[in-house]
């Protein structure tokens, strides 16, 4: 498996997905049944309940801080979609603490409305990361980075012009194949040279480009350019 291994990032992202949608439905679901059980003489939350909501917002914060820098710095599927999980849980502390706290005072059915509220909104979190390790596992090309690796390389000197290029995710990197016409009176060796500039070029310029693959072929009457 030369590339599928990399996107196994993007199957635990996928995986996390489902984990979001799947928690909000039942989390949705949970909270009608509440709110359909709840009879006046039912009884409020613990004060426990609050201290454990509190601990949970902080806890999930610090870890959607950490996740969330370190996913962005590495452009990790796993990782941001664990961030987006982390967020959703201090959302869920938050709202959860609102309604005991509520419950608490004397109004027991806040409980089941919070509930419902939570998971309506955690299964809106959990599109996200779904279409993107999708798009990812579907070889999607991230938008405008095939344009940019062409301008580098036809900025590079020797290089007539860029054809074909194709930009594959692999997780939270990037395989990049294009087609780089020069002249045709160059050397194998010369030719060979202008391709190699073309990779360092587009991988100094460009994130997260872990391959760049250059095809050659010669110009039609061009000339290398200035």
Known sequence: HPYGHDNAEALAGLLIAGMLLATGAFIAIDGIDTELSTGPAAEAPEASALVAAGITIATKLALWVASRRVGLRTNSPTLLASARDHISDVVIGAAAFAGIALARLGAPAIDGVTAIAIGIWITFLGFRPLRENLGILMHEAPKGQAERAREI?????GAVDVGEVRVQPLGGQYRIDLVLLVDG???????????????????????????VYVHVEPARGGTPAA
């Open 153 to 157: 390389g036809r900025r590079v000197r």
């Open 185 to 211: 009176a160059l050397s194998v060796s010369a030719a060979h040279v202008i391709a190699h500039a073309v990779e360092d070029a587009i991988r100094a310029e460009l994130e997260h480009v872990r391959e």
